[in-house]
């Protein structure tokens, strides 16, 4: 399999019009409203959705430059490898972030705590639940000495074009 051709399900409407500034993880994204389109061809499966206080969307970063393999992520001074980061600049640039759902209506959902840039392309959602993806014994790996920079690093625009 050399190619694999992902069709948008929709787009993302968002405050964040350039990725400099941008919070760079949703819990750094508190309270930041936006809203996602689902193309009409897919509004009948958001049934039963409303029902979920937290959605996962996956999502193509539309603006990042092409990847590196050996990063130096937002929230350290050290290069790693690409995959032991949240980079957006990835051989497949696929973002996830796990929003609060506010309401649906129709085709709209209206998310918060967003860290998605305006114009995002919508990959897919599924819903947020605790007991399938919490884990215990977790490890930070590299980011538990530098996890306490969240709520102050942005965007710098060193990972878009």
Same mark, same amino acid.
């Given at each position: 399999?050399?190619?694999?051709?992902?069709?948008?399900?929709?787009?993302?409407?968002?405050?964040?019009?350039?990725?400099?500034? /941008?919070?760079?993880?949703?819990?750094?994204?508190?309270?930041?409203?936006?809203?996602?389109?689902?193309?009409?061809?897919?509004?009948?499966?958001?049934?039963? !959705?409303?029902?979920?206080?937290?959605?996962?969307? !996956?999502?193509?970063?539309?603006?990042?430059?092409?990847?590196?393999?050996?990063?130096?992520?937002?929230?350290?001074?050290?290069?790693?490898?690409?995959?032991?980061?949240?980079?957006?600049?990835?051989?497949?640039?696929?973002?996830?972030?796990?929003?609060? !759902?506010?309401?649906?209506?129709?085709?709209?959902?209206?998310?918060?705590?967003?860290?998605?840039?305006?114009? /995002?392309?919508?990959?897919?959602?599924?819903?947020?639940?605790?007991?399938?993806?919490?884990?215990?014994?977790?490890?930070?790996?590299?980011?538990?000495?530098?996890?306490?920079?969240?709520?102050?690093?942005?965007?710098?625009?060193?990972?878009?074009?």
């Amino acid at each position: 399999m050399r190619e694999i051709i992902y069709k948008p399900i929709g787009i993302v409407h968002s405050p964040f019009k350039d990725p400099i500034g /941008t919070p760079i993880q949703p819990s750094a994204a508190a309270g930041i409203g936006a809203t996602v389109e689902i193309f009409q061809e897919y509004e009948e499966g958001l049934k039963d !959705l409303e029902g979920f206080s937290h959605i996962i969307l !996956l999502y193509h970063f539309h603006l990042s430059k092409p990847y590196k393999l050996i990063v130096k992520p937002f929230m350290d001074e050290n290069y790693h490898g690409v995959f032991a980061t949240r980079s957006p600049s990835r051989p497949n640039p696929i973002g996830i972030s796990t929003v609060k !759902l506010l309401k649906i209506e129709k085709n709209i959902l209206y998310i918060q705590d967003v860290d998605v840039l305006d114009e /995002t392309p919508i990959l897919d959602i599924k819903p947020y639940v605790p007991e399938f993806d919490m884990n215990e014994d977790i490890k930070r790996g590299w980011l538990e000495n530098n996890i306490h920079k969240l709520g102050c690093s942005k965007d710098d625009g060193r990972f878009s074009e």
